[in-house]
């Protein structure tokens, strides 16, 4: 059984950081691409940044220089370190994985439950 279990999220005003984590636990034997991934009221769901196993990196235009995506393969786990964070940051931010598991031959794609990001004065 694997899983992915966010924490981090909250309320903080325009121009604070906050930093979100994500780790994977259950029968894992390797994870490829690990990224966030965010969905506002109203909006569609949309990758806020990527990062493969190697540490190659994909944001969205509007995040970069302002949020960073790194990851300790030793604990399975990513994290998205935000900074200068504006109104429009606020949304559900979901932790998303590619993991081959012990039970199972091929990678599936698996999601968090989801973490609170607020930004408000």
């Known amino acids: 059984q694997v899983q992915l279990v966010e924490s981090g999220g909250g309320l903080v005003q325009p121009g604070g950081s906050l930093r979100l984590s994500c780790a994977a636990s259950g029968s894992i034997f390797s994870i490829n691409r690990m990224g966030w991934y965010r969905q506002a009221p109203g909006k569609q769901r949309e990758l806020v940044a990527n990062i493969a196993s190697g540490g190659n990196t994909n944001y969205v235009d509007s995040v970069k220089g302002r949020f960073t995506i790194s990851r300790d393969n030793a604990k399975n786990t990513v994290y998205l370190q935000m900074n200068s964070l504006k109104p429009e940051d606020t949304a559900v931010y979901y932790c998303?994985?590619?993991?081959?598991?012990?039970?199972?031959?091929?990678?599936?794609?698996?999601w968090g439950q989801g973490t609170q990001v607020t930004v408000s004065s």
């Open positions: 998303n994985a590619d993991i081959r598991s012990m039970l199972l031959g091929n990678y599936r794609n698996y």
